[in-house]
């Protein structure tokens, strides 16, 4: 072998076979030559990481995709099982439902009641192997990501789904997209393990996971994308994560639509053109439905408080909550055909709610129109939020986004049949209030405006609505400014537990050499010519000061005399040959505008203790040595750990 020749490439270690690495890089090597023949001498790119978070964004979509699938299969085999067969309950199904195939003449009334408990106790059970999966998920799912390094336990994947089932298919008040969320969160987080990666890239994936579980319940793909992302701050994106989170939404999407079904949630809706002068209508609107989502809120924190002080364990209260809500939906039942000509289906309190939506968007010939029509949405909305809060405060696995976006759009639609009838103004429709109100409530409390804006746009097929969503969030944002659906939020990242270490090193980025010098601090200086005895005194007078700076006539830096040097003639027998000038070593320095992380290199590259800080001219304005530079990263270190230590407020 001729021993001139390069050594052969390192051999890759066995193993059991490719990598997603490996697949990575094979697939993005035509890419790299041609970029690099485009390119030229331009640094490469780092395609082989890029493709690695696409392919992990796809197969994220794909399992979450399939995941959804089977949940939404298996709810609506159960929900038709329970509610329509069994008991026969007058409920409203939205136009991108499942159809129901029998609903008997009249209800069970005993099994009205009894159908929700044992829902209930079945996902209670559930909740004993996994807490986290009790109530609407989102919640939990933001607490994962920033407080657990985007972990969530395995068992979720199995136990939410089943939970939800239970709750949501006997009967439940509460939507699907809440467990779909946590179950995507739940497959990204276990992805993340099986794949190699870091904890971002974990945290991630799980954002990834919440999109595609998003997407494939509520079939708005870009809006879900940007729903996962917004969702976990109250002023703020994981914009990191928004790529992977629209790949894996996409494709969650296409997998749902090619096996269910690619009609929109509510069907094809009309077009609702933009006038100017509707605009203050919608303005009011937005106040209303802005103040009934703090009362919605403050319901459903009401009924969570209440929960805690229930009697007995904390699996069992879903139960006692699918109790009341069993009374309250027979009550219905017997007192609204006496109140009422409008069907009992219009006020039911049973099932998700997404066919109260339906009849706020679209309307209903026995609803009518106007000040009656009005009424009967309004009533719907108070029952709805009611029915909510017994399922969701009490611990049921059932989402929250369903239920808001079916009271913003009942509001919205009671608003408009009013301002239809009201005033004297061409083209006021109600749907069109119903779809602004269902932005506004959800993106209110939950602090995603833009996705909830998106998302109405990809229900109607086009932005006729754009600018009146956009009046109606900015309303909704300075009105629910202190109220959040989801107390697991954080203002933003700066706060974040997940953002701890970059935000310390961006603190310490931040921190110039200039704040760093002590006022008053007595520095000890020396001329060229100084002898020995003289820097012996020097060290004797400041022992505290690591280095000695050798200042010309002039006033100006000329070098450093360091400990080293100083006890090499305080060994020395005969040292009154030594001058400063002969000790000293070349200056190093920094001005006031110099980072913390160039000051501490520069210590250790210079291996000095000290060094001093210098104005324009080169002339001493003070010294920094070792400890405060350490005293710098510690603090910096402290305080974002004291600022995300601190729990959102509520």
Known sequence: MDPSAPPPPPRRPAGPGWRLDDAAAFVLRPVRTLLATVVGDE????????????????????????????????????????????????????????????????????????????????????????????????????????????????????????????????????????????????????????????????????????AAGLSAVFRTPLGAALLAIEVLYRDDFESDALIPAVLASVVAYSLSATLLSTEPMFGVLPRFPFHWEHLPFYAAAALLVALAAFLFVRLLRAVEHLATRLPGPAWLRPALGALALGVLALAVLVVAPRLTDDPPAFVGVLGGGYGVSQLAITGDGALGLGTAAALTLVAAAGLRALATALTIGTGGSAGDFAPSMALGGLVGGALGHLAAAWFDVDGLAPGAFALVGMATFYGGIAKVPLAATVMVCEMTGSYDLLVPLMLAQAIAFVALRR??????????????????????????????????????????????????????????????????????????????????????????????????????????????????????????????????????????????????????????ARTSRQITAVEPPP
């Not at 959804?68 to 939205?94: C, K, M, N, S």
């Not at 439902?97 to 099994?111: C, D, I, K, N, T």
């Not at 203002?491 to 974040?496: C, D, H, K, L």
């Open 483 to 636: 109220v959040t659906l989801y107390p697991s939020q954080f203002p933003s990242q700066r706060f974040s537990p997940a953002h701890a270490a970059a935000w310390a090193r961006t603190e310490i980025v931040k921190i110039r050499a200039g704040e760093l010098v002590a006022a008053g601090r007595a520095i000890v200086t020396l001329r060229p010519a100084d002898d020995a005895d003289a820097v012996l005194q020097a060290l004797a007078d400041a022992p505290s000061q690591p280095v000695f700076p050798v200042i010309a006539d002039d006033g100006r830096l000329r070098g450093l005399v360091t400990g080293p040097s100083t006890r090499e003639i305080a060994a020395a027998d005969d040292a009154s040959w030594a001058i400063a000038a002969d000790l000293m070593i070349a200056p190093v320095a920094v001005s006031r505008a110099t980072p913390l992380g160039e000051v501490a290199r520069l210590l250790l590259e210079h291996d000095l203790r000290g060094l001093p800080v210098v104005d324009d001219d080169g002339r001493i304005v003070g010294m920094l040595d070792e400890h405060d530079v350490s005293r710098a990263y510690v603090g910096a």
């Open 43 to 210: 640094p490469p790119l780092e395609l082989q990481l890029l493709g690695r978070v696409v392919l992990q964004a796809i197969l994220v979509g794909l399992t979450v995709g399939l995941g959804g699938v089977l949940f939404l299969v298996g709810l609506d085999q159960l929900e038709h099982l329970v509610l329509d067969r069994a008991i026969g309950y007058p409920h409203l199904r939205a136009a991108g439902e499942a159809s129901a195939s029998h609903v008997g003449a009249a209800p069970r009334l005993w099994l009205v009641v009894l159908a929700p408990i044992a829902g209930a106790l079945v996902a209670g059970a559930l909740s004993r192997l996994a807490p986290e999966i009790r109530g609407g998920g989102g919640d939990a799912m933001i607490g994962a990501f920033h407080h657990r390094g985007g972990a969530v336990r395995r068992r979720v994947i199995a136990l939410k789904p089943l939970a939800s089932i239970a709750t949501l298919g006997t009967g439940g008040a509460g939507g699907r997209e809440g467990p779909t969320m946590q179950l995507g969160a739940a497959i990204g987080a276990w992805i993340a393990t099986v794949l190699p990666g870091t904890d971002r890239e974990r945290r991630v994936l799980m954002i990834a996971g919440v």
